[in-house]
Each structure stands twice: as structure tokens, then as C-alpha cells.
């Protein structure tokens, strides 16, 4: 295995681990603070990258900016997806909040069926392309087929929101009340601090992490579809179980390992629009974009 190759492979899983890493933490949070593993956290991603597809359709038609469009699509994304989260916590997880630890499990169980059919019916069970609103960055250009504008992106803004969320569970009151709680929930509630407040909270931050993921994903890959929760949201939980279920550092570090040992790195995780590959390089999404390009041409 030569350099180039390895350097690829290298970047291919430090992409997606990102991305594992962004919902890993909302597991993590969520655990942390009520020992429940919401199961239905994989569809707050996905209905995330939905949203931003209808988002970016919408602001395309009345010919918003395209470096605008998924700025404004994110933030929509992220907001939107942190109401499915906050509305989740109050309706399948608070009502269950005294009982056994199976039920809420079901609950979550069952919420995460509902969500998928709900997505499947309201749009299809086909891809839906994601359009192409990143431009060309051309410090990129040196670095070949190693990292492409949408890598960049989610490096990027990966590490600042895993930054700002470390910052803000360390030092905001907020997050210090999280912290409490997490810690000894009864003790929390006898020094005044409103525990269902900071539950309601932490499922907000989390969904907003995991739909911040989704656009990011959308945008990296160009399609999206009503399953890509599912599955990803494992990988997320693996990841978060790697790094010791309730940190979040290792949340963060078990994303990232997660995606750089995986076998998902060496191949297309989702068909390709162009079937051509007469390329020896590993084949990530910005190359296929650049194939798909060239084909186009021809």
C-alpha cells in the first residue's frame, strides 16, 4: 500500500468518523444524564439532512445565493431537528421517566420506527439528490484527490462544534447544571436546579449535533434517503460505546477511530451516479463528483 494511498484512506475516515462523532455525542449526552439510549436519536440525523434538502429546493427556486443556501439550510436543519428532539423527550421519554428501564427503551424503539415510515411516506423510499451548493476551493487543489471542498467542510465544522460544545459543558452554567446532573440527579434538584429543564436541554444540543451531521453527510455524498439514520446511528453508538458511553471525549475519539478503522473507508458506502472507476486511487465522494464531471463532458 503506497503513501498516497494510505494518505486517502487516512482522510476518507477521519471524514466520516466526523460525522460519527457529531451524533456520538448525542448518545453520550443523553445517557449521561438519564441512562437511556435513545435509539431514535439516527432519525433526528436524517430528518435533519431532509430538511435541508427542502430548505436549499425552496431557497433555489426564489434564486437565494448558492453560499448562502446551505448556510441558511443548516441552520434551519439544525433548529428544526433540535424541536423533533425536544418534542421526543416530552412525549415518548418524560411520561416514562419512573418506570422500568425497558419501557422507555421500547418507547425509543418505537419512535425510531415511526420517524423512518414517517420520512419513507411524506417523501419516497428513493435517493433524493442533495444539490451541489459547496464551491470550488482552490488551496484544495494541491492536495489531489486526498480532500475535497465537502471533506473540508466537515473537518471543519466537526472539530469547531465538538470545540464549542467541550467549551460550553466546561464553563457555561448551563453546562454546569448538565454536568450536576449527570452526576447525582437528586442532588441536583435539592440545590435548585430544575432537572427537567437540563434533560429537555440535552436532547435539544444533541439533535442539533446529529442534524448538523445530516446536512453535512447530505452534502458530502449528494443523496439522501429516509434509511440513512439507521444505520449510521449504529455506528454512532458503537462509536460512543468505544469511547466509554457517558464522555464525552470519548465519544468524540471513538467517532473518529471508528471511522478510520472501518472498512467503510475503502469503499462507496452508497451507489455512485457514474460506474465509471479507472482511477487507482481510493474512490471517496469528491473524487466520483470529479468522474461524474468528466463523464458529463464526454
Known amino acids: 500500500m503506497d503513501f498516497q494511498y494510505f494518505i486517502e484512506l487516512f482522510f476518507g475516515g477521519l471524514t466520516r468518523g466526523s460525522i460519527y462523532a457529531l451524533i456520538a455525542l448525542g448518545y453520550t449526552l443523553v445517557y449521561g444524564i438519564i441512562e437511556l439510549i435513545n435509539f431514535a436519536h439516527g432519525e433526528i440525523y436524517m430528518l435533519g439532512a431532509f430538511t435541508a434538502l427542502l430548505v436549499a429546493g425552496v431557497l433555489g427556486i426564489v434564486g437565494f445565493p448558492a453560499g448562502g443556501i446551505l448556510i441558511v439550510a443548516a441552520l434551519a436543519a439544525v433548529v428544526w431537528s433540535a424541536a423533533y428532539g425536544y418534542t421526543l423527550e416530552k412525549v415518548a421519554y418524560k411520561p416514562l421517566r419512573g418506570a422500568p428501564r425497558l419501557s422507555p427503551l421500547i418507547s425509543a424503539i418505537g419512535m425510531s420506527i415511526f420517524l423512518q415510515n414517517y420520512v419513507l411516506l411524506a417523501q419516497t423510499s428513493d435517493y433524493v439528490p442533495f444539490p451541489r451548493l459547496l464551491p470550488e476551493m482552490e488551496f484544495l487543489d494541491y492536495l489531489g484527490n486526498i480532500m475535497g471542498p465537502s471533506d473540508f467542510l466537515i473537518l471543519v465544522t466537526s472539530t469547531l462544534a465538538m470545540v464549542s460544545l467541550s467549551l460550553f459543558i466546561r464553563y457555561t452554567r448551563m453546562g ?25 436541554l440535552t436532547f435539544i444540543v444533541g439533535s442539533a449535533l446529529a442534524a448538523l451531521g445530516g446536512v453535512l453527510i447530505a452534502s458530502h455524498m449528494g443523496q439522501v434517503n429516509f434509511g440513512i439514520g439507521f444505520l449510521a446511528g449504529l455506528k454512532a453508538f458503537t462509536a460512543a460505546v468505544l469511547g466509554g458511553i457517558g464522555s ?21 458506502p452508497w451507489p455512485l451516479p457514474c460506474s465509471s472507476s479507472s482511477s487507482s486511487s481510493v474512490p471517496t465522494a469528491s473524487s466520483a463528483k470529479r468522474k461524474c464531471r468528466r463523464c458529463s463532458q464526454s
Open 176 to 200: 454546569k447544571a448538565m454536568r450536576a446532573t449527570a452526576q447525582n440527579r437528586k442532588m441536583a434538584l435539592l440545590l435548585g436546579i430544575n432537572a427537567d429543564r437540563i434533560i429537555s
Open 248 to 268: 464525552i471525549p470519548g465519544a468524540m475519539v471513538g467517532g473518529l477511530v471508528l471511522g478510520i478503522a472501518s472498512r467503510e473507508t475503502m469503499r462507496m
